[in-house]
């Protein structure tokens, strides 16, 4: 039978973590303006008169964040139809694909770098709810779907001005006026727009780890539209925490127009109470893990522990440290045997080509081990899948788990907390697998700044010893504790592997 968890910590351990992380990690406030509000003939005057004057971008933007606001049935043509939109280019968006519009600079960003790329047209945010009307939309993020967008006017030989809304991510230049030029775009107010529509997800982080029924199960999800000449950097965040952690990063790729011609960006959210492994199942997994591109991978802290999986061969080795059969000695159900061994036995992904490591326990951290580690255990919200999967193996098979596991199996209490504590037999097992040839593999390792050795440094939860790897393209020591995804010596040092060949 499995233990029972302490319930009442862990109902009031949800209730403060929800009221202490309820604020999303940035947001917007509108600008005010003194200046008259121009009617739309004022506006269409403007733009028609020189489509490509400083003053027509600036009412372009205007009157597209009007019109975009009304109803669709009560959208007259733009102009009495002299605006003409054209969606035909790729990376382009049809008007109607958004429920708002709005110039960028009508907004200031707060908590976050913002980032504008200088050029012609002008710079808009637009945004939908995320009704999942197209398959894609499942891997964009449900809060809402925002982009990035240059707005750009252009007369035709037919006298008509033809008006394109760009994908700024996609395009960083535009065919205009006979020649290339650089587009105008705001890259931080799109991603802040999303930002503050996500304190649910915020107030999750704690929640996704106590609860055993989360209400994010593990996804995937795209930050932008899928673009096959970019390569796919993977964030994966730690205990305890959501794909928010990686706020400042994101921003801050899209912020380097080298980075985001080369890069698009990821992020995996999972529940992250069950054990790492566990969870670590269904990152890039799947029958159409075969047909993804050449990616990196990031992650933090027990998200590099996942990250792991992707670029080592467990051959059986962590199998038979959880079990004295093998697979095909156990009795049961296919299916969950199957599942048992996709858990315990995985080969290199061979599309992941680079991994960062941050603030990784490669060895563990005493703090699983100790007095708060152990509150941790015990609000921990195991998913009763987990339990049940292998209570059903442990029932059909008596005897088969190994016997430094087989309590915690077969009372379903095995938590990520006690997958992290130093003395856990899978961490020195995980720690001796190689590396796949050809992986780049880079460790950035954050130090408080106490007194002593590096060597007995740590980040205030993980070790230096736990964190160090012997023979990695690069270490990186950053003053920096545990939660170091925001301290810009960290991002600095990211960016400067992204950038490498």
Known sequence: MRRIRFTPLRALAVALAASACAAPPAGLRPVSSATRASSPSELCATILRDPRAAAADQALGKLLATWAHQSAAGRAPLCDGALVFDAAEPGSFAPDYFDALGPADAFAVRDLPRHRREGIGVAMVGLRRNRQLVPIEAHYPPEAITRAISAVAERGEDGAVRVRLIDSLHHEEALVGGKLQPLAADFTVPFAALLARTAELSASRFAGFSSEHPTRAEQLYLMEPYDARKTPVLLVHGLASTPLAWAAL??????????????????????????????????????????????????????????????????????????????????????????????????????????????????????????????????????????????????????????????????????????????????????????????????????????GPLAASSDGIVPYASSHLDGVASEKVVHAGHSMLRDTDTIAEILRVLALP
Do not use: C
């Open 250 to 451: 994101t921003n801050a790729i899209w912020g380097d127009a080298d980075l985001r011609r080369r890069y698009q960006v990821w992020h995996y959210l999972y529940p992250t109470s069950a054990p790492f492994l566990y969870s670590a199942r269904a990152l890039l997994g799947g029958e159409s893990a075969g047909e993804l591109p050449p990616l990196v991978v990031i992650g933090h802290s027990m998200g590099g522990l996942l990250a792991k999986t992707l670029v080592t061969d467990s051959g059986d080795t962590v199998w038979r440290t959880g079990f004295t059969r093998l697979p095909s000695e156990l009795h049961g159900d296919p299916e969950d045997i199957a599942t048992v061994s996709d858990i315990l036995e995985w080969r290199p992904r061979p599309f992941v080509r680079r991994v960062i490591f941050v603030a990784t326990p490669h060895r563990g951290s005493d703090f699983a081990g100790n007095a708060l580690g152990r509150i941790g255990d015990a609000i921990a919200g195991v998913p009763p899948e987990f339990v049940a999967l292998y209570s059903r193996i442990g029932a059909a098979n008596p005897g088969a788990f190994a016997p430094t596991l087989q309590r915690e199996l077969l009372e379903g209490s095995l938590t990520s907390i006690d997958t992290l504590v130093p003395s856990h037999p899978l961490l020195p097992v995980l720690n001796a697998l190689p590396f796949a040839s050809g992986v780049s593999v880079h460790s950035i390792i954050g130090d408080r700044g106490a007194s």
